[in-house]
């Protein structure tokens, strides 16, 4: 029998006016107590249901966040990468609009940014450029991205999330068909809002259906 | 600190003339002893750098495996997949050409259906269905279905491939303009395949690059 120390990791991503941030608390033990880390412990064997289930359950008691897309993202293992000994994490990445983020600086959340993290322990700063690979990926043809756009957005503001993520402008009408095509939102009934000298635009949310699995588009954006 | 199980376990896939396959080998312990499951095994903390280095280990010494081609699938967990207690098992798959099977065959390797896999232990039913679903989805735009294709193949012989994996067929222009896209095939100097009626065709095998390494189509096949 194994003496393998088993803990999960989340990496947890918001958009900010000046980019892509990932969530760092500062460590309340050793190792590295008082580090800036990603938020992260061990399994509950006596109460968690599987290790996602430890990943809600550490974003909620460490952050007060229960994020409203949170996915597997790999398994990082082996002797070195916790001093404690040979380690397995399970890291998640969870998407959080930024208001939803209002009570984590509370608890003490900083957001850096995600795609130049600074320094920080274990391998986190791999478990970071792995959920930001894999959020910019999915970005070019799935749903993900509406999961930073908040609650409820028009198709302008939505657009702009994609080219964020993307990392270059879309053809306003061309993007207009795929979110057509992808068939993903509704419109939020008599909810218009203004946008400067534009005419007012309709406000949408995602469809039910696609909160906790990814609407795909077969050729991409 | 915890006492959790970890363990990591592998779909081992091939093509055969009748369709995908998952390699099963009878269990030697308990839990399950003798029933047919997938590869898998502890983590040795002495031995092993990290859970890939499991995989293939377990590989190695229960299928005499050297795979061409191995991925982390997906970590499965909780406390009732192992009737040993909470475990946690860092699935992988891995692709195998049908002729590096003959000596797993000898060490008691059976092949099953991947896609109609008959009743397994723990959960790896789940596993061979998410390696089998991250297979053929992946098939649609990358080099992956080569590692299945042997050392060297003819562009027939790999159109073939796609066309199980992907299940449907595809148009052989369009396929062999999309290989010269991604450009990953080494002609093999002087060498031609016969193939019945047809003239002889060139034999390629994959470059070296792209051996450990997806080469990925921005638009799919």
């Known amino acids: 029998m194994n003496q393998i120390i088993c803990t999960v990791d989340v990496a947890l991503l918001t958009l900010a006016e000046d980019g892509l941030k990932v969530g760092l608390l500062r460590r309340e033990r050793e190792p590295f107590k008082s580090v800036a880390a990603l938020p992260g412990g061990y399994i509950h ?22 994020p409203p897309y949170l996915e597997q993202l790999a398994t990082f293992s082996g002797p ?20 939803l983020l209002e009570q984590a600086g509370e608890r003490g959340m900083t957001l850096a ?6 320094q920080l322990p274990f391998d986190h700063r791999a478990i970071v450029a792995a959920a930001v690979a894999r959020l910019r990926s999915k970005s070019q043809y799935s749903s993900l991205p509406c999961h930073l756009a908040g609650e409820t957005f028009t198709l302008p503001q939505l657009q702009k999330v994609y080219e964020t993520l993307m ?5 306003k ?13 509704d419109p939020v009934e008599g909810r218009l809002e203004s946008a400067g000298a534009h005419r007012p635009a309709q406000v949408y949310r995602l469809k039910a259906a696609f909160r906790d699995e990814l609407q795909l588009l077969e050729r991409g954006l």
Do not use: C
Not at 45 to 59: G, M, P, W
Not at 80 to 99: E, F, H, K, T
Not at 167 to 171: F, I, K, V, Y
């Open 45 to 66: 064997q006596e109460s968690d249901n599987d290790a996602r289930d430890a990943a809600r359950r550490v974003l909620m008691d460490k952050a007060g966040i229960d």
């Open 80 to 99: 070195a990468r916790d001093p404690r000994g040979w380690s397995v994490s399970i890291a998640y990445y969870a998407l959080v609009p930024a208001q």
């Open 113 to 118: 940014s995600a795609d130049h993290p600074p």
């Open 167 to 171: 990392n270059e402008p879309l053809n």
């Open 173 to 185: 009408v061309s993007f207009r068909r795929k979110m057509t095509e992808m068939d993903m939102l």
